[in-house]
């Protein structure tokens, strides 16, 4: 009787479970196999930040002395939080994507000698972005870089805009905000009388709607939180892409409701109570209302969303991993190198 060749043992599926990031890469670490891919990473990553350590510092310099861009710190962890949670939606298939990831590193290297004879930071700061883009779908190859787009497209955040960009956006927006601020105080009983940015209160009181109150920051900030909140959603894209529009008008009727409380406070209270730290707590309390309007965003479209699916409403379940495969197969490991 001949003897039957016994079947290798399918690859159990808890290790193709979901996990965080780095469980993901410990396992792939644990591998002997993995590592010399790993190495070559990490020697490309340092020679890549190498390269572009002007464009690291000016983030640096950028973040530190700047206030409307000291969310730049958070950017990145936050960008890594996305990547976990992509993780966790099941393996995906690790190799090397010379296409794709060749032709973005020269994209990149292309835009970063733009900035020899245009010395603009911007500009050197998106082909960084661009080049880290590169490097991963290199390593990492078509299919992870699908997984983990939106990582490094959130990044875009902690990119300061342009100094001249910047103020062709501020002026117009902080015009907007003492027009609005000055006609809704005139109509509840207080006199403003309001000249370009300056708005003269009751008893000679002045105020002065600066660049730094133009609501650039708040812009940037809920543009990046409802970015966020509508990948994170589990909706239909008609929903995600108001979440996202929605940022900007969220922004602009907090700070425009800043600008009045302080005209308040500066008329019926004292003008110290709206400088230094009360100004700041006032910012601060405003950014709340702001996040008060997008939960109440939220949940009016999940009424509407229900109401038109015929869905009853509910608490959305968790996000649902991917089919694990039970087959051992060289194309889908966690994390790693084939």
């Given at each position: 009787?001949?003897?039957?060749?016994?079947?290798?043992?399918?690859?159990?599926?808890?290790?193709?479970?979901?996990?965080?990031?780095?469980?993901?890469?410990?396992?792939?670490?644990?591998?002997?196999?993995?590592?010399?891919?790993?190495?070559?990473?990490?020697?490309?990553?340092?020679?890549?930040?190498?390269?572009?350590?002007?464009?690291?510092?000016?983030?640096?310099?950028?973040?530190?002395?700047?206030?409307?861009?000291?969310?730049?710190?958070l950017v990145a962890p936050?960008?890594?939080?996305?990547?976990?949670?992509?993780?966790?939606?099941?393996?995906?298939?690790?190799?090397?994507?010379?296409?794709?990831?060749?032709?973005?590193?020269?994209?990149?290297?292309?835009?970063?000698?733009?900035?020899?004879?245009?010395?603009?930071?911007?500009?050197?700061?998106?082909?960084?972005?661009?080049?880290?883009?590169?490097?991963?779908?290199?390593?990492?190859?078509?299919?992870?870089?699908?997984?983990?787009?939106?990582?490094?497209?959130?990044?875009?955040?902690?990119?300061?805009?342009p100094v001249a960009v910047?103020?062709?956006?501020?002026?117009?927006?902080?015009?907007?905000?003492?027009?609005?601020?000055?006609?809704?105080?005139?109509?509840?009983?207080?006199?403003?009388?309001?000249?370009?940015?300056?708005?003269?209160?009751?008893?000679?009181?002045?105020?002065?709607?600066?660049?730094?109150?133009?609501?650039?920051?708040?812009?940037?900030?809920?543009?990046?939180?409802?970015?966020?909140?509508?990948?994170?959603?589990?909706?239909?894209?008609?929903?995600?892409?108001?979440?996202?529009?929605?940022?900007?008008?969220?922004?602009?009727?907090?700070?425009?409701?800043?600008?009045?409380?302080?005209?308040?406070?500066?008329?019926?209270?004292?003008?110290?109570?709206?400088?230094?730290?009360?100004?700041?707590?006032?910012?601060?309390?405003?950014?709340g209302f702001g996040l008060?309007?997008?939960?109440?965003?939220?949940?009016?479209?999940?009424?509407?969303?229900?109401?038109?699916?015929?869905?009853?409403?509910?608490?959305?379940?968790?996000?649902?991993?991917?089919?694990?495969?039970?087959?051992?197969?060289?194309?889908?490991?966690?994390?790693?190198?084939?």
């Amino acid at each position: 009787m001949a003897a039957l060749t016994e079947a290798p043992a399918p690859l159990a599926a808890k290790e193709f479970a979901p996990q965080g990031l780095p469980g993901l890469i410990r396992q792939s670490l644990a591998d002997p196999a993995q590592r010399p891919g790993w190495y070559g990473a990490a020697i490309c990553t340092v020679l890549y930040l190498f390269y572009f350590r002007e464009v690291l510092w000016h983030f640096y310099y950028s973040w530190t002395t700047d206030e409307n861009y000291s969310h730049g710190f958070l950017v990145a962890p936050i960008a890594l939080y996305f990547a976990d949670q992509a993780a966790r939606r099941g393996p995906v298939a690790i190799r090397a994507g010379a296409g794709i990831g060749t032709t973005l590193l020269i994209l990149s290297v292309l835009l970063s000698l733009l900035t020899i004879p245009l010395p603009i930071p911007f500009v050197g700061q998106l082909s960084f972005l661009l080049g880290l883009t590169g490097l991963f779908g290199l390593i990492a190859g078509r299919e992870a870089l699908q997984r983990f787009w939106f990582a490094f497209l959130f990044l875009i955040f902690m990119v300061p805009l342009p100094v001249a960009v910047y103020s062709k956006l501020a002026s117009p927006l902080q015009l907007l905000a003492s027009q609005v601020a000055s006609t809704v105080m005139n109509a509840t009983g207080v006199p403003v009388l309001r000249e370009g940015n300056h708005m003269t209160l009751p008893g000679g009181i002045q105020l002065f709607v600066a660049e730094a109150c133009s609501g650039m920051r708040q812009l940037t900030g809920f543009v990046a939180l409802t970015t966020a909140v509508a990948y994170l959603s589990r909706r239909p894209a008609w929903y995600r892409a108001i979440i996202i529009a929605s940022g900007v008008p969220i922004a602009l009727t907090a700070n425009i409701t800043r600008v009045m409380l302080t005209g308040y406070i500066m008329h019926f209270l004292d003008p110290e109570y709206a400088e230094g730290t009360f100004h700041t707590l006032e910012g601060l309390l405003l950014m709340g209302f702001g996040l008060l309007m997008l939960h109440a965003e939220c949940w009016l479209l999940d009424q509407v969303y229900h109401l038109f699916s015929g869905e009853e409403s509910r608490p959305e379940p968790g996000p649902k991993p991917e089919p694990e495969s039970t087959e051992p197969s060289a194309r889908a490991v966690p994390l790693g190198y084939s």
